[in-house]
C-alpha cells in the first residue's frame, strides 16, 4: 500500500521525534513564585531576573523553570505554589521572597511533600526542623547570624542603649526578639520598640517616640525600600546616634530611595554587597563575583544586590542537588523523584555560594555558618566593607 504524500510526512516527522534523545525535553521542573510587584518588588524583581541566568541543563537532564508573581501578598503566594505543583507537576519550588508568604508556603511543602527552598530570612521557615520543614529550606542567613554580628558592632561602637523599629508583621517579630537576645548578651538594654506596616506613608509618632527616648543607636528591621521611610525620619527629625538596618537593607534600591539619608547607617550583609573588597582568600569572594559579572553583564553595571543573589544561591542548591537525585533511580515528575531532592538538598556540603558556604543537615535546613556575613556601613553614598566592626 502506497502512502500519499502527507500520511509520509506525518510518519517520518513521528519517526524523528522518536529518534530525538529524551534530554531534549525539559524533564526536572524548578517552580519560582516571587513578589515582582507590591511592596517587596524590589526584591523580588532582582530575584525573577536571577532565575534567566540558572542553569538549563544539569546531570544531562533540562530544567525548566516556570516563574510566577505573588505580588508580595500571601493568599497568592500559597496559591502559586499549590498550582506550580498540583498543575505544572514541578520537582522543587524556590520562593518567596518575604517571610509571611514563605512561613505560609511551608504546609503546603509537607501536605504535598514538595522541597521547598526560601530565599526569606527568618529562621522560624526552617526551625525546627520537623512535621512540614522536614521539606523546607532556605537560603538567606538567619536572624540570629546577623543579630550577633549586629551587637558586635554595637558593643564595639559604644552603644549602651538601643531602639528599635520594625515591620508589624512576621519578619519585626522575629528580629525584635534575636534582637533583644543578642543585646542583652552584650550588657546592651533595649529602652524603646516600635512597629510600622511595609506600606505605611508616614513613621511620625514612631520616630518621635524613638528620638524622645535617645538611645545610642536604633536598629530598623525591614527590607527592601521601605526601611529608607524611617531612616529618612530618623535623620530629619535630627537623631545622632547611629542607624543600623537588618540584612534586609542590603539592596541599591535602598541606596537610590533614601539618599543622603543612608549616609552611615550601619548593617550585616552577605559577602556579595561587597564582593570586590573581599580580601582574595575569602571562599566566596570567587563565586559571589561569577554571580555579579552575569548578573550585571544582562541587568547593567551597578544592577546587582543580595537578593538576587538568595535566588541565584537557591538555584545552587538544587544545581548541585540535581545529580544525587538522579543516582537513585527516581524519575522526574514523581513523587519519589520530589522525595530524593529533598534528601539530596539535605545532604549539601561545602557548597560556596554567593552569600557564604553551605553545609545543610537533617537539624540545619539553613546551613550557614559566620562565613555568610560581613560588616557593612555607607560611606559617600556607598556600600564599604568593615573588617572591623
Known amino acids: 500500500m502506497q502512502l500519499s504524500p502527507s500520511l509520509r ?104 511533600k514538595t522541597p521547598m527552598v526560601s530565599v526569606a530570612a527568618n529562621a522560624r521557615i526552617v526551625e525546627p526542623v520537623q512535621g512540614a520543614r522536614e521539606w523546607v529550606f532556605k537560603t538567606p542567613q538567619n536572624d540570629q547570624l546577623m543579630a550577633a554580628a549586629l551587637a558586635d558592632a554595637m558593643e564595639k561602637q559604644g552603644v ?15 528580629w525584635l526578639n534575636v534582637m533583644e537576645k543578642a543585646a542583652e548578651a552584650k550588657g546592651i538594654k533595649m529602652v524603646v520598640a516600635e512597629r510600622y506596616s511595609r506600606t505605611d506613608t508616614s513613621v511620625t509618632g514612631q520616630v518621635l517616640k524613638l528620638t524622645a527616648a ?4 536604633i536598629l530598623i528591621a525591614g527590607s527592601g525600600t521601605p526601611v529608607a521611610l524611617p531612616q529618612g525620619e530618623l535623620k530629619n527629625r535630627g537623631y545622632k546616634g547611629t542607624i543600623y538596618q537588618t540584612h534586609g537593607a542590603a539592596n541599591n534600591d535602598v ?7 543612608c549616609e552611615g547607617m550601619v548593617l550585616p550583609a552577605g559577602p556579595l554587597l561587597v564582593a570586590d573588597q573581599l580580601p582574595d582568600d575569602n571562599p566566596i ?50 513523587p519519589e523523584f ?42 559617600d553614598g556607598k556600600w564599604t566593607y568593615q573588617p572591623d566592626l
Open 9 to 112: 510526512r506525518t510518519v517520518l516527522a513521528g519517526a524523528i521525534a522518536l529518534a530525538l534523545p529524551m534530554a531534549a525535553v525539559a524533564q526536572i521542573k524548578v517552580g519560582v513564585t516571587v513578589a515582582s510587584t507590591g511592596p517587596a518588588a524590589s526584591l523580588g524583581i532582582p530575584e525573577r531576573n536571577t532565575v534567566s541566568l540558572l542553569p538549563a541543563e544539569v546531570g544531562g537532564q533540562k530544567v525548566e523553570y516556570i516563574v510566577l508573581d505573588d505580588a508580595t501578598d500571601t493568599t497568592v503566594a500559597v496559591r502559586n505554589m499549590r498550582k506550580l505543583i498540583t498543575e505544572d507537576n514541578v520537582d522543587v519550588v524556590i520562593g518567596t521572597s518575604v517571610t509571611p508568604g514563605s512561613l505560609a508556603m511551608v504546609d503546603v511543602a509537607g501536605e504535598t
Open 160 to 174: 549602651k542603649t538601643l531602639g528599635f523599629i520594625g515591620y508589624n508583621d512576621a519578619y519585626g517579630d522575629g
Open 214 to 217: 535617645n538611645p545610642d543607636g
Open 255 to 261: 541606596l537610590r530611595v533614601c539618599g543622603k539619608d
Open 285 to 334: 569572594k570567587a563565586t559571589a563575583l561569577q554571580y555579579k559579572e552575569r548578573y550585571e553583564a544582562k541587568y547593567g553595571e551597578g544592577s546587582i544586590n543580595t537578593f538576587g543573589g538568595h535566588m541565584w544561591d537557591a538555584g545552587m542548591l538544587v544545581e548541585d542537588a540535581i545529580p544525587r537525585a538522579l543516582a537513585t533511580g527516581a524519575k522526574p515528575g514523581t
Open 338 to 379: 520530589r522525595a530524593a531532592m529533598r534528601d539530596a538538598i539535605e545532604k549539601t556540603t561545602d557548597l560556596a555560594v554567593s552569600q557564604g558556604v553551605f553545609n545543610m543537615a537533617p537539624d540545619n535546613h539553613a546551613g550557614m555558618d559566620e562565613r555568610a556575613r560581613v560588616m557593612v556601613k555607607v560611606v
